[in-house]
């Protein structure tokens, strides 16, 4: 479409938004004045901006830097597998390379499938302690102290039901998130702490209704053993951080004393024996019950702690442990997908980066197909400027992982970030890399259609500077069809917003390499510049804005681009794919011939990591 009709567009989408969904479609139909093109591509955005806000995977950036998303079929919580480059880490420790834009070491990320087992095992055991805990009270209830009211057995037995219910559940193959077994765990922690304290209310009032002092007290006494081993189970069965163990164990502590106030609160004559209790001896009720609170308040602390220290003995026996010959020395980002591992292979010591995939993403779509096939194709890739991958396999938790080359080094995307736009020297010393790796790929019938800073690596390779590493082929999209095309489940706009090509963006058009043309022009604006072609508004405004607004030359943004450098940027960045240039390597020779093409080279590079980036170089 033309970029009239674009404007046209958008227009329809900001006023569709704000119709009610229900009469949208007869709005929509009437404004678009019987242009049925117009309608359906208004309708599609729509569609797109429902989706995404019904999923929360297109919600609006805080910022320009937070609108690099992916645009992705939505997966609970988390995005699709896509390496990426590392963000710089704090603490001086080396940089390197690891697939963020997936694995993101932020605070919140999402436990590996190991650590999810674990917490389906950890709660089948907690629950399962809680079952017979509950029947061994039954019985004792009824077959040995043989209580005469059977209707006091109700609760007891719908709890039952309920735990056993869980349990089934829980043996089950469904994938839980994280957060769906926390409210699980402590759902029914609550289930069982609220039940047996209407028991206890219950039965001791029963009890002191019939004048029964010595077997109200009896209960008393073994909801106070219950609670003992309800609270020793939590700190086995869930270990967590010991605030979160601390707030559970305590309430199990206290709940027995707090239904033992609020019966002699409301039923002052009933309990009138505990205001008796050890009198007769020279003691005080205070005293008679101070020691079985004193004591739960200690069993409390000791579980917490205990919770604690499993947490973190796991947690360094996990990062110790070894795949296969690689040591794990240290985790470089966690989330979504997974983990990436600083590793060294057990007879090489050679270092390298592990990505763990958790293998529950195989019944998402084709996730899992998607990730075998950017190891499979990235490994038949064996350009110097391709990321290179060493090895593959599956541990025996079940986590799928490959092994990588690891890069020490700032991606493009955090290059700029730290230091600011690159000299156009230096961006034209990177780009033609990247020319030689995308020119392999495109040979071979791949579009990688995910080009952008974040996937692009300046690292320290065989004693040379700014060596341009390609990264992440999750999206790599064949021209021949018998690379099954369909996993990357077209139909969907994927990618990164700010750096598609309209034509991914618009999602109408077949992408070719062309796309990745207009990609990496996006890439050398933003090295240029600090910014990339558009950012503003929220992903759709900005898909709208790829395939609509003309692009703002460097220069306006950034004074003192080359001339000869800013047309082969605004050439890349055409919206028609015929007006960009044909292939990559037409593209490298553009850059070869521009004059400041000259101005940086692996000395200059060498000098500037070591005097700007001495650690990420080393």
Known sequence: MTPERWR??????DEAVRVDPAARDAWLRASSGG??????????LLAQDERAERDGFLAPPESAADTATWVRRPAPAQPDPAPAAAPASSGGRRRGFTPYQAIQDEPGANPSLGSRDLARRRLRGLTTTCIVITVLILAWKYAVVRDPDPLQAVPYVMLIVALGTLDVV??????????????????????????????????MLDFSLRGDATRAQLVFNHRVLVSTVLILS????????????????????????VTLLALQVLHPEAMGWMSRLGRERGSTPLAHFGFDAMLL?????????????????????????????YRLVRRLGAGGMGEVHLAEHQFLKRPCALKLIRPDFAAEGKALERFEREVRIT???????????????RTEDGEYFYVMEYLPGLSLED???????????????????????????????LVHRDIKPSNIFASRRGGADDVAKLLDFGLVRAVAPERSPELSEEGRILGTPMFMSPEQATGGREVDARSDIYSLGAVAYYLLTGAPPFAEGGTIRILIAVARDPVAPPSTRRPGVPDDLERIVLKCLAKEPDDRFPDVRDLERALAACACAGDWDADRAAHWWSVQEPEAKA
């Not at 490994?379 to 396999?393: K, M, Q, R």
Request: with cysteine; aromatic share 12%.
């Open 297 to 325: 308040l200690i069993l409390a602390a000791w579980s917490s702690h205990g919770a604690y220290t499993i947490t973190r003995l796991r947690r360094q026996a996990r990062e110790a442990r070894r795949l296969g010959q």
């Open 415 to 445: 290059l700029v970030k730290r230091h600011g736009p690159l000299p156009p020297g230096r961006a034209v010393y990177l780009l033609r890399q990247v020319c030689l790796a995308l020119a392999e790929a495109h040979a071979a019938g």
């Open 35 to 44: 242009d049925e093109t117009l309608f359906q591509e208004v309708r599609r």
């Open 379 to 393: 490994a038949e890739l064996s350009h110097p400027n391709t990321v290179e991958i060493y090895d593959y396999g």
């Open 8 to 13: 046209r567009v958008a227009e329809l989408f």
């Open 234 to 257: 939590y700190g086995i069965y869930a270990p967590s951080s010991w605030r979160r163990a601390a707030s559970v164990v305590v309430s199990i502590a206290l709940l027995p004393f």
């Open 170 to 203: 829980l043996y089950g193959m469904r994938p839980f998130s994280p957060a769906a077994f926390e409210a699980m765990e402590l759902g029914m922690i609550g289930t069982v702490a609220v039940v047996y304290s209407f028991a206890q209310y219950q039965t």
